[in-house]
Every structure is written in structure tokens, then in C-alpha cells.
């Protein structure tokens, strides 16, 4: 009965360097979703992957952000370069299916310093 | 686009005092719209959904929340605030129909008095 799980909790990084966070859905659901949540803010969208596809990445804010989600199931969000501004907590939430509701993850507390 | 407007950003009120959270949203179409709540340090947390059914929605832990299109609004009621209720609290709409690619509001973090 686990829910969304997201790791690490937190993540401290040096500006410019790479990382790489991990969210596991909710076992059986096709539909994963990543946001980004600013501090004083709420959630933005990211990037939706249905299956193994990224379905939509319009919310990615540049190319230092790129997602995968290789055999349908586990997906990576990768910050290449980071800079100060990409400190936020990010979330992740999936769906049995498109449409369905969704469930988030607690999210990771990303810190560039 | 579609967008929502939370018109209060911290709202207190006293244990046992109705909660009221306003919420305007602006859609070209009709749209899905959902309230979400966020614990400190627990995940975000679906309150209720409208999808057209009916324009009172019923949610978990009493919360109700009223469509109305004529002002285009989707404000959040509790009859009797319990200290639990404590959060901060996410109107939201559903930028193409049918799907999850949500827009959230700012947020209204909801202080209770003992």
C-alpha cells in the first residue's frame, strides 16, 4: 500500500553542479507528472510521461531539465548546470490512467548554493 | 490560458468558526476544478473535484465547495474548523479537459485559534 515515494528527501548542491532526483509511482499506475514548487508559491507544471513517453515536457524550463522514465515505472528528473534558482521542492504524482486522480509524493527539498 | 486567483493569502479563524477560502478561476471552456491541501512536510492531498456533475461538491473531512459560473468562482467552505485543518490549501484547474496537467492558485495557508 505505498504511496508516490520520492528520493532523497533533501538535496543540498554547489551551483553548476548535475543532479539527478528519483520518484517511484504508485505500482500500476501508467500516468507519472513532475512539478515544481517555489518557495511561497504552488506547484508548476513540469512534464507529463504516459507509459515510457514524455507526453508533454512544455513545462521544463530550459534545457538543463530533462526527465526519463525508461521501462514505464521509476522516473529521473536531471538538473544539469544548477544554478540558484532551480532551489524549490520538487514533486512528483502519479495516476492510474489519464484522467484519474492524482497522488503526490512529499516531494524533494532541492538547496543550490 | 487557464488560470485561478486565491484572493487571501493566510486566512485565521477559531476552533468551531466556519472556514471560507476564495477561489476565481478563468477558463475557456468548462472547466475541471479541484481544491488540494498541503500538510507541513506531508504531500499534497486531493479535497474535492468539480467535472460538471453537480455544482455543489462535497470532500473529504467536511470541506464543500460551490461552482459558480455566473462569477466564475469555487470558494471553499467548513461549517466548524477543527485544529487539524491547519494548512495551506490549493485551488486549482485542469489546463486541458480531462487531463492533469494542473494550474494551481498561490495558496491560502488557513491558521486555527484555539
Known amino acids: 500500500g505505498a504511496g508516490v515515494s520520492q528520493t532523497p528527501s533533501n538535496k543540498v548542491t554547489e551551483k553548476g553542479k548535475y543532479v539527478e532526483l528519483r520518484c517511484d509511482p504508485i505500482?500500476?499506475?501508467?500516468?507519472l507528472y513532475w512539478y515544481r514548487q517555489s518557495l511561497g508559491q504552488g506547484p508548476e507544471f513540469l512534464i507529463y510521461?504516459?507509459?515510457?513517453?514524455?507526453?508533454?515536457d512544455s513545462g521544463l524550463p530550459n534545457d538543463r531539465f530533462f526527465a526519463v522514465r525508461p521501462e514505464g515505472s521509476v522516473s529521473t528528473l536531471k538538473i544539469q548546470r544548477t544554478e540558484r534558482g532551480d532551489s524549490a521542492v520538487y514533486l512528483c504524482?502519479?495516476?492510474?490512467?489519464?484522467?484519474?486522480?492524482?497522488?503526490f509524493g512529499n516531494g524533494t527539498r532541492l538547496t543550490v548554493t | 490560458a487557464q488560470s485561478v486567483t486565491q484572493l487571501d493569502s493566510h486566512v485565521s479563524v477559531s476552533e468551531g468558526t466556519p472556514v471560507l477560502l476564495r477561489c476565481n478561476y478563468s477558463s475557456s471552456y468548462s472547466p475541471s476544478l479541484f481544491w488540494y491541501v498541503q500538510h507541513p512536510n506531508k504531500g499534497l492531498q486531493l479535497l474535492l473535484k468539480y467535472t460538471s456533475a453537480a455544482t455543489l461538491v462535497k470532500g473529504i473531512n467536511g470541506f464543500e465547495a460551490e461552482f459558480k459560473k455566473s462569477e466564475t468562482s469555487f470558494h471553499l467552505t467548513k461549517p466548524s474548523a477543527h485544529m487539524s485543518d491547519a494548512a495551506e490549501y490549493f485551488c486549482v484547474v485542469s489546463e486541458i479537459q480531462g487531463a492533469q496537467k494542473l494550474v494551481f492558485g498561490q495558496g491560502t495557508r488557513l491558521t486555527i485559534n484555539p
Open positions: 505500482s500500476g499506475h501508467t500516468a
Open positions: 504524482a502519479s495516476s492510474l490512467e489519464f484522467g484519474s486522480p492524482l497522488h
Open positions: 510521461f504516459q507509459g515510457t513517453g514524455a507526453a508533454d
